[in-house]
């Protein structure tokens, strides 16, 4: 997420900071970089003119030339700048009066928003105990209402539709209805989208709206579309109204233009973000641990709310333990595995530490745990507990026992001591100190 952007932003604030004292000219040529890293990040034009003029008036004053750590300075003036950009403090769902509440998701074919339909109840139920529904009301296409209607039961959410009835108006008025007599305290209607906005659609989407009277209505745009989802947010707004979007596969994302720009035109907040393949693939947005992935700072505190999910306080400590005596072997790996799969790739959890808190680049795709798994389990127990103990004769007897290449077993040590060196960095401070080193 924002690895380009990120990676322009951090070699300028390197050069800043290798500067003992900074002048308006060093300024300058800093600023003039940024506003090339906002563009080629596609975030809009004016949006990018404006931050970077508010960044250099700031920069440029007194207090910042003449401090002990000018470069830290214009660290700090740019975080906050982004966070302002992304609209300060993260904006939750607004519930009014009696259940069931509504919310709406709108948007474009191909969005994501069945997806995220799934997602926002897997996580309102988890977070905040609530009682979801997800309804099906995009008859356009069977294999939406089989794709949500599968989602939904991954997610342990009711799920609603009516596949005799032709008018989404129709089958949103009934599931509520329904939601009602089952106690259900949140109702989330999947809607159709098209290909580009028509009349046809925004008609559809006016009558749907106008039954379901809805607390949200959410816009889902995909997040690789960079300026084309902002102009879709303001036709979308012009023609239905809205109150909030979704961000969907902003873990493949690495320009990040359309979060960027997306409060400062539409005016509109970023509520939610989605990343990964899983039904736990929604997280709330923040637009200060967001600043953090952009700045490399990472993002601490959204990485310690997916461990609390995964792992007990028990088991924590036993593997603090580990960790700190160094004995944390293959055996554990293994255990952990589940763990780790449920919470993301080890990509995207070494995308939330700090850059100088990462160790080597090392990629574990979630669809290899089980090869991973299948490894191991041809491994003698003194090989799980001894790690250094394979050389290549016990490699070879290992992949053949598996069925894999000799390759699998070193990629797979390979990642084993990324993830061991991770786990004791997490542990360190220390390696906050060499951020923008």
Same mark, same amino acid.
């Given at each position: 997420?924002?690895?380009?952007?990120?990676?322009?932003?951090?070699?300028?604030?390197?050069?800043?900071?290798?500067?003992?004292?900074?002048?308006?000219?060093?300024?300058?040529?800093?600023?003039?970089?940024?506003?090339?890293?906002?563009?080629?990040?596609?975030?809009?034009?004016?949006?990018?003119?404006?931050?970077?003029?508010?960044?250099?008036?700031?920069?440029?004053?007194?207090? !910042?030339?003449?401090? /002990?750590?000018?470069?830290?300075?214009? @660290? #700090?003036? $740019?975080?906050?700048?982004?966070?302002? +950009? *992304?609209?300060?403090?993260?904006?939750?769902?607004?519930?009014?009066?009696?259940?069931?509440?509504?919310?709406?998701?709108?948007?474009?074919?191909?969005?994501?928003?069945?997806?995220?339909?799934?997602?926002?109840?897997?996580?309102?139920?988890?977070?905040?105990?609530?009682?979801?529904?997800?309804?099906?009301?995009?008859?356009?296409?069977?294999?939406?209402?089989?794709?949500?209607?599968?989602?939904?039961?991954?997610?342990?959410?009711?799920?609603?539709?009516?596949?005799?009835?032709?008018?989404?108006?129709?089958?949103?008025?009934?599931?509520?209805?329904?939601?009602?007599?089952?106690?259900?305290?949140?109702?989330?209607?999947?809607?159709?989208?098209?290909?580009? !906005?028509?009349?046809? /659609?925004?008609?559809?989407?006016?009558? @749907? #709206?106008? $039954?379901?009277?809805?607390?949200?209505? +959410? *816009?889902?745009?995909?997040?690789?579309?960079?300026?084309?989802?902002?102009?879709?947010?303001?036709?979308?707004?012009?023609?239905?109204?809205?109150?909030?979007?979704?961000?969907?596969?902003?873990?493949?994302?690495?320009?990040?233009?359309?979060?960027?720009?997306?409060?400062?035109?539409?005016?509109?907040?970023?509520?939610?973000?989605?990343?990964?393949?899983?039904?736990?693939?929604?997280?709330?947005?923040?637009?200060?641990?967001?600043?953090?992935?952009?700045?490399?700072?990472?993002?601490?505190?959204?990485?310690?709310?997916?461990?609390?999910?995964?792992?007990?306080?028990?088991?924590?400590?036993?593997?603090?333990?580990?960790?700190?005596?160094?004995?944390?072997?293959?055996?554990?790996?293994?255990?952990?595995?589940?763990?780790?799969? #449920?919470?993301?790739?080890?990509?995207?959890?070494?995308?939330?530490?700090?850059?100088?808190?990462?160790?080597?680049?090392?990629?574990?795709?979630?669809?290899?745990?089980?090869?991973?798994?299948?490894?191991?389990?041809?491994?003698?127990?003194?090989?799980?507990?001894?790690?250094?103990?394979?050389?290549?004769?016990?490699?070879?007897?290992?992949?053949?026992?598996?069925?894999?290449?000799?390759?699998?077993?070193?990629?797979?040590?390979?990642?084993?001591?990324?993830?061991?060196?991770?786990?004791?960095?997490?542990?360190?401070?220390?390696?906050?100190?060499?951020?923008?080193?």
């Amino acid at each position: 997420m924002f690895d380009k952007l990120s990676d322009r932003l951090g070699q300028t604030f390197r050069n800043l900071s290798g500067r003992g004292v900074l002048t308006e000219n060093n300024i300058s040529d800093a600023m003039r970089e940024i506003r090339r890293a906002l563009l080629e990040a596609d975030v809009n034009f004016k949006v990018a003119k404006k931050f970077v003029s508010e960044v250099t008036e700031m920069a440029t004053g007194e207090k !910042v030339l003449k401090s /002990l750590t000018p470069g830290q300075q214009i @660290v #700090k003036i $740019v975080n906050d700048r982004i966070v302002a +950009l *992304l609209g300060t403090t993260a904006e939750k769902l607004s519930f009014s009066g009696k259940p069931p509440h509504v919310i709406l998701l709108l948007g474009l074919q191909g969005s994501g928003k069945t997806t995220t339909a799934a997602r926002l109840a897997y996580l309102l139920q988890k977070k905040q105990n609530r009682r979801c529904m997800v309804v099906a009301a995009d008859l356009q296409r069977p294999a939406a209402i089989d794709q949500l209607e599968v989602m939904a039961g991954k997610a342990g959410a009711l799920f609603y539709c009516d596949r005799n009835l032709k008018d989404p108006a129709e089958v949103v008025k009934d599931a509520i209805h329904q939601a009602s007599l089952q106690y259900s305290d949140v109702v989330i209607v999947d809607t159709a989208g098209r290909l580009h !906005v028509d009349d046809d /659609l925004m008609d559809e989407l006016k009558r @749907v #709206k106008s $039954v379901a009277r809805p607390d949200e209505s +959410l *816009l889902v745009l995909d997040g690789l579309s960079g300026q084309d989802a902002v102009n879709v947010a303001l036709e979308f707004d012009e023609r239905i109204g809205f109150t909030g979007a979704v961000l969907t596969k902003m873990d493949g994302d690495s320009r990040g233009g359309a979060a960027l720009s997306f409060r400062a035109v539409t005016g509109k907040p970023i509520k939610f973000a989605g990343i990964g393949e899983s039904v736990r693939g929604l997280e709330e947005f923040d637009p200060s641990r967001v600043a953090g992935r952009i700045l490399g700072m990472g993002d601490i505190v959204g990485l310690a709310e997916k461990a609390q999910e995964m792992f007990d306080e028990k088991e924590a400590l036993k593997l603090q333990k580990k960790i700190r005596s160094n004995s944390f072997n293959l055996e554990d790996f293994r255990k952990e595995l589940t763990k780790i799969k #449920k919470m993301g790739s080890l990509s995207e959890i070494m995308a939330m530490l700090p850059k100088g808190m990462r160790p080597a680049a090392a990629d574990i795709d979630s669809s290899k745990f089980t090869q991973m798994e299948s490894l191991i389990n041809s491994m003698t127990a003194k090989e799980r507990l001894r790690p250094e103990i394979i050389n290549g004769s016990r490699r070879k007897r290992i992949a053949r026992g598996s069925g894999r290449t000799v390759n699998d077993v070193n990629r797979l040590l390979k990642e084993f001591r990324a993830m061991k060196k991770m786990m004791k960095q997490m542990r360190s401070a220390r390696g906050m100190a060499s951020m923008f080193r």
